[in-house]
């Protein structure tokens, strides 16, 4: 399967400021990848869906402002955690979408807003 | 909205048993459906990815089934061994990719 790195693996961050997050395909092109956030002991919840080239579409709930994604190449797409707060503390997942619809997960990266 | 219910919540058995994780959807209409597995603060790894059209997958010591009209699939794991120890997540998926997670079936394999 496609091999997916995020960076960083972990960042501690005070309340207020921002961080980005970058999910990169290694070996595969991927014109589709999928943010998540999970709480602990609690199941992914699928934040924003994010094309190469366009806007990224966010789900319900989600505050687009806050959590801005860029899809500017087909290896790369980055989260960007605006004016971030201690309830953003979290574990952040992206994935990427290959052939047949499977998907290939990178190993998150862990927020916590101090 | 896709439901996705696993049981058990959380299984507990020694090394070399055979083990069935069960998975149940309430959206039958799905394109696939993806296993994975999750390790304490990783990502996720995906194990079997059943399309539609097909009823079962097998990947080594990993066997998943898919009954789409009844919304449910299957994982077996045979012959369980301590690195087996992660979360399990069975994933459909109703618009192509595979969005719609429970929260899995936690698996301790002890020596």
């Known amino acids: 399967g496609a091999v997916v790195s995020q960076h960083p693996s972990w960042v501690i961050c005070k309340s207020g400021t921002s961080v980005k997050i970058e999910c990169r395909s290694l070996d595969f092109q991927a014109t589709t990848m999928f943010w998540y956030r999970q709480f602990p002991k609690q199941s992914l919840m699928l934040m924003a869906t994010?094309?190469?080239?366009?806007?990224?579409?966010?789900e319900q709930g989600v505050e687009k402002d806050k959590f801005l994604i860029n899809h500017a190449s087909l290896t790369l797409s980055t989260l960007t955690v605006t004016s971030a707060h201690p309830e953003d503390s979290s574990f952040y997942i992206c994935?990427?979408?290959?052939?047949?619809?499977?998907?290939?997960f990178g190993p998150g990266t862990r927020l916590t807003v101090t | 909205k896709q439901e996705v219910t696993q049981i058990p919540a959380a299984l507990s058995v020694p090394e070399g048993e055979n083990l069935v994780l069960n998975c149940s959807f309430t959206?039958?209409?799905?394109?696939?459906l993806q296993w994975f597995r999750q390790d304490p603060g990783k990502g996720l790894t995906s194990l079997l990815l059943?399309?539609?059209?097909?009823r079962e997958q097998t990947s080594g010591r990993l066997n998943a089934s898919l009954d789409k009209s009844s919304g449910r699939s299957t994982l077996y794991i045979a012959a369980s061994q301590p690195g087996d120890s992660a979360t399990y997540l069975c994933?459909?998926?109703?618009?192509?990719?595979?969005?719609?997670f429970g929260k899995g079936t936690s698996l301790l394999v002890t020596p």
């Open positions: 994935s990427q979408g290959g052939g047949n619809y499977e998907q290939y």
């Open positions: 059943i399309q539609s059209s097909q």
């Open positions: 994010s094309n190469e080239g366009s806007k990224a579409t966010y």
């Open positions: 959206d039958s209409a799905i394109y696939n």
């Open positions: 994933v459909p998926g109703n618009s192509g990719y595979a969005l719609n």
